[in-house]
Every structure is written in structure tokens, then in C-alpha cells.
């Protein structure tokens, strides 16, 4: 076996560390009390009906990856063009991912009774209890990912020993895995979306603006549907979406760094296992975080932001700090420089996360706009809104373009000659920056996750008639979940522009290994000045120049077209999804009113197991279609336009799908905090004329923001992992 540096097992040690934690949190969590039998009858409710979710959307998804497993086999096996481990890297990655989901969603249906119990006790009772529930999702998705990582580089380092360039195929197999978390995790993402969003939709159009009953009030039969609809949606899918971001930062870095370093065996190692390095310190420092965060009784908005920025932020500059000293102990070549490379991809990530509270938060002016627009009717709140998400772009893009400048030069030691080796290290920077803003995912998954499961506790206390002290507490902790769920996808955004690019320039690579493995089989390529490829000379500026990929081809600007497309396309198509099921919704709540005699009265009981059935079927119908778009989209450009084609599509698909989904997320965020603040008594508080105006942009915003915001970061990551793994079938056919 290649010699593995003694620093690599601290890796497997602390996703055991993290996977302990995690369990230990649940077991803590599992010991606090569920409250009266009302409570535990109606946690109950969701829970089953989360359970009978997932279920059935692991089915269908089981079905999409045994036949792409099979695809990928045939790849491998009969025509050649594929690494024999494809399949089972791609296999193992969708497990991972599946179960990253599954097990953050069952926390989250076991704490929500438990926060609303806690909060009767104290505001920072049901803030620990929903955070440290949500940290069970943060560490179990460090955990399990960087588990998976650990586990393959063993297994594929024993299998190439001693081959010249063992590194670059154990890292570009390896991506493979990060494809079957992207797949997973599209599907998790897109039906969890349409599933909590048809539901949300139909139980406040027709009971908070037709009927004009409380949120979440037990006598709208959609309410249990909604409240599963946030933990298959918020909980379930934002683990798997997470999870494959994580992964995919560690997985393209480590690629990056073994092609820039592939002239130094001993330095390109190192290269290879710093990003898996960094992410494990994170694990450690995620854990200081998350003991950190507490608050006192009848804190205001900002008080409860600070008390989760304190935890976030502390980790946040602990890893600045750890990772110069893990760059220098490594050894790397211009550690220094990498070093200020992440550095600036965390300062990105706060950057944009404070921008993100700015645009959605109700303590700040542009939501607080949108909710005074309420004063003149739903529309007002739609324009306003609109245009609030289109301004709230410009800070997250200067942000992250400022990011990929200065972690591109600080890793190449400010080098602007474009040479092959300024080049590969300069995007070995700008996949690092990426693994640094995710190194304490940690905590900052926590806080995202901590969102759903206080929305739902908000519910249980509603639905279970408990004091209205007790609610205020629940809206106070849901109001905050709004706000770091917005910065959470925020976040997420960006990170994923960071990762898509490293992935980007990891397709380069892994079409020149392709290309050498087709050479060998006595296949020949060349260019149209006729020169012939070598593969003893295949670097960067050769491939770049052999396929023309400039802007003067025409396959790389309709590839770039057709990106951006697909970012609109993909949109359209959620959202009109989630526009189907909420009609249904709609159509079944207002027959429940109309036929079940005493539902208004209290004297009669919902069928809300007909309202699961709907979301649930709605769900599985409505996310094929989307998901496999991505998949489909990139294999045919491959094939008819090439290798430039696709370049222009992942490089159209990324600009475009970055800015619309801040666009789509922050929109969303800022419409829903308005309607929650004027519930807190704005503007003529709850059941007003504008209450219902900010009902109505806030249902608009839902699929903005839980469905197809949040679904882009995985299309432009997806997109870009495909044609990776197809790069081989792409060399076949040119």
C-alpha cells in the first residue's frame, strides 16, 4: 500500500467522533419530556407520516440508481470507458446520503414536542433542545460523509498501488460517490420540496385567508400534512443536499491538488488528504460551537441571532486559525497562500450569511418594507418582494467572484501567466476556499436544521392548546429558524459556486485521463490544426486549446445558452409541480369544510391522512421529471456538441444558477418573515386585510424558497458531476 501519512487516520477518527456526538445529542434529546398526550398523539401523526414519505421516495429513487449503477457497470465493463469502481463509489454515495437524510428527519420528528414542551419552561430550554436537535443532522452529515471519503482512499489506495498515477484515478473515481449524493440528494430536495410546499400552500390559502383560522390550527385538515411537509422537505432534504456539498468540496479539492501536485509523489499525497484534513479539524471545532449557544427568557430577534452567531462565528474563526497550522504541518508548497485561500472562502460564507439576514430578517428594513407594502394589497407584497430577491443578488455574486480572484492568486503565489502549473494551483485555491466555508458544516447545518423542527413545534403547541406565553416563544423560535434557514441556503448557494467551479476544472482532468485511457486502446485525436494529442503532454493550456473552448466557437456559447436554460427550465418545472399539488390541496381542504359537518365548530375531526395521501402522491409523480434533468441535459450536450458544449453548459448553468437561486431563496425568506411580522402585531396584526396580503406573497415564496431555490445548488453541482462521470462516453463519440 502507497504510504498514508500517520495525520490521514485523524480523518476516520473524527467522523467516529462526530457520528458519537450525534448520538449522543439524540439520546439526550430522547430523555426530555414529550409533554400531555395531545402532544405525543399529534408528534405521532407526523412522524408516521414522515416515515411513510421517505419510504416511499427511497423506492424511487432505489429504482433510478439500480438502473444508473447498471449504466454506469455497462460503462465499465463492456465498452471500456469507465473505472470498474464507478458503479459501487456511485452506490455508496446515494447510501450515504439517503441515510444522512433519514436520520436528521427522525430526530426532527422526535424533538418538535419536545422543544414546544421545553419552551413552557423557558425560551432557552426550547432553543437548546431544537438546536441540539438539529446539530444531530450537522454532525451526522460531517460524519457519514467524511466516513465514505476515508473508507474509499483506503480501499482504492490498496488497489493502485505503486501506479504512477494511482492519485489522480483514486480521486477522480472517487467523485463518482459525490455523483450518487447529488442524485440523492436532487430527489430528496425536489420531492421534500413540492411534498411541504403543496401542503403549506393549501393549509393557508384556504384556512388562514378563506376560512381566517389560525396557523396551524387543528381544525384545517392540511395542518399534519404541513407540518410532515417540513421534515421530508426542510430536514430530510436539506441533509442529503448538504451532504453532497460537503462531499463534493472534499472530493474536488482532493482531485485539484492531485493533478497540480502530480510532479511531487510526496507533496501531491499531502495535496490530496489537506481538504479531508481541514474538514475533520472542523468536525472538532463545529463541537466547541454548538455548546456555546444559549440564550435568556424573553430575548429579542437580534439577541437570538447573536446567540447562534456566537456558536457559528467561533468556529468559524477557530478553523482560520487551525488551518495555517494544518497547511504548514502538512508541508504543502505555499502554505501561506492556500491558507489566506480558505480564509477567504469563510469570509465569503459570513459575507454572504450576514447578507442574507439583511435581505430577509424582519429586524431590518428590506422586509420590514415589504410588510408595510401590505397596506396596499397582495400585489404590492409580490412586487416588493421581487424586487427585494433581485437586489439581494448583488452582494452574494460581487462576494463570491471577489472570493474566486483572491483564492485562485493566493494559491498561485499572484502568478497571471496562466501557465499550466499557475493554472492548477490557482484552482486547487478556489476548491480549498470551498472546503473552508463548509469545514464547520457542522454547526452551521444546525442552525438550518434547527428551523424546521421550531416551526413544528410551533405547530404541536397550536394544535395542542397550550398557553399563549408558550406560542409567543414558539413563533419567537420559529421567526429566528426563517432567518438562519435563509442563511443556511444561502450559505449553501454559495459554497456550491465554489464547489461547481473545482468540479469544472475536475472535468478537465478527468476528460485528459479519458482521453489517454482511449489512446491506449489505439483510438487517436486530433485537432483542427492537425496537431495530434499527446498524452505525455496533456496539460491545461493543450486541452484548452485542442477542444477551442473560447468564446469564439459557437458549441461553447450554445452550451452556455442552453445552462442558463436549464436553471429556468428546472424552475419552471418545480414550480409548476408544486402548483398541481397545491390545487389538489386546495381543492381537498375546501371539501373537508364544505362536507365535514362541525370542523369549524371543533366538533368534528379532519381527515388528515387524505391530505398526506395527496402530498405524498403529488411528491413522487411531480420530481422525475426535474430530477433526471439534470442527468439527461449533460450527457446529450456531451454527445452532440462535446467537450466544449459541455464547458459552456456547466459554465452557463453555474452563473445563472447561482444568481437566480439567491434571487429565489431570499425572495421567499423576506416574504415569509413579513407575514410573521405582522403576526406579531404590525400593521394591524393577525387577520387583518394586510395579513392575508402578506399570506399571499408568502405562499408565492414557498416554492421560491424551499423548492426550487434551494434545488439550483444541486442542479449546477449535478450537472457538472455527470459530466465527470460520462466524460468517458463523451471521448468515445468525438
Keep these: 500500500m502507497n504510504s498514508i501519512p500517520l495525520v490521514f487516520w485523524l480523518i476516520p477518527i473524527a467522523s467516529v467522533v462526530a457520528l458519537g456526538m450525534a448520538w449522543f445529542f439524540f439520546r439526550t434529546i430522547m430523555k426530555e419530556d414529550e409533554g400531555t398526550d395531545r402532544m405525543k398523539e399529534i408528534a405521532e401523526h407526523v412522524r408516521k407520516g414522515a416515515m411513510a414519505y421517505l419510504k416511499q421516495q427511497y423506492k424511487v429513487v432505489t429504482a433510478v440508481f439500480v438502473v444508473l449503477a447498471i449504466v454506469f457497470a455497462f460503462m465499465a465493463y463492456v465498452l471500456k470507458v469507465q473505472n470498474p469502481w464507478v458503479p459501487f463509489a456511485f452506490l455508496t454515495g446515494g447510501l450515504f446520503s439517503g441515510l444522512a437524510g433519514f436520520f436528521g428527519m427522525k430526530t426532527a420528528t422526535y424533538a418538535s414536542a419536545r422543544t414546544a414542551h421545553g419552551a413552557r419552561t423557558g425560551l432557552d430550554k426550547g432553543l437548546k433542545i431544537a438546536f441540539r436537535s438539529g446539530a444531530v443532522m450537522g454532525l451526522v452529515v460531517v460524519g457519514l460523509g467524511l466516513l465514505d471519503i476515508a473508507i474509499w482512499f483506503i480501499v482504492l489506495n490498496a488497489v493502485y498501488e505503486g501506479e504512477a498515477t494511482a492519485l489522480v484515478t483514486i480521486t477522480t473515481t472517487m467523485l463518482t460517490f459525490g455523483m450518487g449524493a447529488s ?183 428590506p422586509t420590514q418594507k415589504i410588510a408595510e407594502a401590505s397596506q396596499t394589497g397582495p400585489a404590492t407584497v409580490i412586487i416588493k418582494g421581487i424586487g427585494t430577491g433581485m437586489i439581494s443578488t448583488m452582494i452574494p455574486v460581487v462576494t463570491i467572484s471577489v472570493a474566486i480572484m483572491l483564492s485562485y492568486l493566493c494559491a498561485n503565489g499572484f502568478d497571471m501567466s496562466l501557465s499550466a502549473k499557475s493554472i492548477s494551483t490557482g484552482l486547487y485555491g478556489i476548491g480549498i476556499a470551498a472546503v473552508g466555508m463548509l469545514s464547520t458544516l457542522g454547526i452551521t447545518l444546525a442552525t438550518d436544521a434547527y428551523g424546521p423542527i421550531a416551526d413544528n413545534a410551533g405547530g404541536n403547541a397550536e394544535m395542542s392548546g397550550l398557553g399563549k406565553e408558550v406560542r409567543e416563544r414558539t413563533d419567537a423560535l420559529d421567526a429566528l429558524g426563517n432567518t438562519t434557514a435563509a442563511t443556511g441556503k444561502g450559505f449553501a448557494i454559495g459554497s456550491a459556486a465554489l464547489t461547481a467551479l473545482a468540479l469544472l476544472a475536475s472535468y478537465i482532468e478527468e476528460i485528459k485521463i479519458a482521453m489517454i485511457r482511449a489512446v491506449e486502446n489505439g483510438k487517436q485525436y486530433v485537432d483542427a490544426a492537425g496537431n495530434v494529442f499527446d498524452p505525455s503532454n496533456a496539460t491545461t493550456i493543450d486541452f484548452v486549446n485542442f477542444f477551442q473552448v473560447n468564446l469564439i466557437n459557437p458549441k461553447v456559447l450554445v452550451g452556455a445558452f442552453l445552462g442558463a436554460m436549464a436553471a429556468f427550465l428546472f424552475c419552471g418545472l418545480t414550480m409548476g409541480a408544486v402548483g398541481r399539488a397545491a390545487e389538489s390541496m386546495v381543492q381537498e381542504v375546501r371539501r373537508q369544510f364544505r362536507e365535514i359537518k362541525g370542523i369549524l365548530e371543533g366538533k368534528a375531526t379532519p381527515d388528515y391522512g387524505r391530505c398526506v395521501e395527496i402530498s405524498t402522491r403529488s411528491a413522487q409523480r411531480e420530481m422525475i421529471i426535474p430530477s433526471l434533468l439534470a442527468i439527461v441535459i449533460p450527457i446529450v450536450v456531451g454527445l452532440v456538441l462535446g467537450v466544449a458544449g459541455v464547458l459552456g453548459l456547466l459554465t452557463g448553468g453555474l452563473a445563472a444558477g447561482f444568481t437566480l437561486a439567491v434571487f429565489m431563496s431570499n425572495s421567499g425568506g423576506a416574504w415569509d418573515n413579513a407575514k410573521k411580522m405582522i403576526e406579531e402585531g404590525s400593521f394591524e396584526g393577525k387577520g387583518s386585510e394586510n395579513h392575508k396580503a402578506t399570506i399571499v406573497g408568502d405562499t408565492v415564496g414557498d416554492p421560491f424558497k424551499d423548492t426550487s431555490g434551494p434545488s439550483l445548488n444541486i442542479l449546477i453541482k449535478l450537472m457538472s458531476m455527470v459530466s465527470i462521470v460520462m466524460a468517458g462516453l463523451t471521448i468515445a463519440f468525438l
Design 183 to 365: 442524485t440523492q440528494a436532487l430527489f430528496a430536495r425536489v420531492g421534500g420540496g413540492i411534498y411541504t410546499k403543496a401542503a403549506d400552500v393549501g393549509a393557508d390559502l384556504v384556512g388562514k385567508v378563506e376560512v381566517n383560522i389560525p396557523e396551524d390550527d387543528p381544525r384545517n385538515p392540511a395542518t399534519i400534512a404541513d407540518n410532515v411537509g417540513d421534515n421530508v422537505g426542510d430536514v430530510a432534504g436539506m441533509g442529503a443536499d448538504l451532504y453532497e456539498s460537503y462531499c463534493g468540496s472534499i472530493l474536488s479539492t482532493a482531485a485539484l491538488g492531485a493533478t497540480a501536485f502530480a510532479m511531487n509523489g510526496d507533496m501531491q499525497l499531502r495535496a490530496v488528504i489537506a481538504p479531508m484534513v481541514i474538514a475533520a479539524i472542523g468536525i472538532f471545532l463545529s463541537l466547541i460551537g454548538i455548546f456555546l449557544v444559549r440564550t435568556k427568557e424573553g430575548a429579542s430577534m437580534k439577541e437570538l441571532l447573536h446567540s447562534l452567531g456566537l456558536g457559528t462565528n467561533v468556529s468559524a474563526a477557530l478553523i482560520a486559525v487551525a488551518t495555517f497550522a494544518i497547511l504548514y504541518l502538512l508541508g504543502i508548497e505555499n502554505w501561506l497562500g492556500l491558507s489566506f485561500s480558505v480564509i477567504s472562502g469563510l469570509v465569503a460564507g459570513v459575507i454572504i450569511g450576514q447578507a442574507t439576514e439583511y435581505y430577509t430578517s424582519q429586524s431590518y428594513k
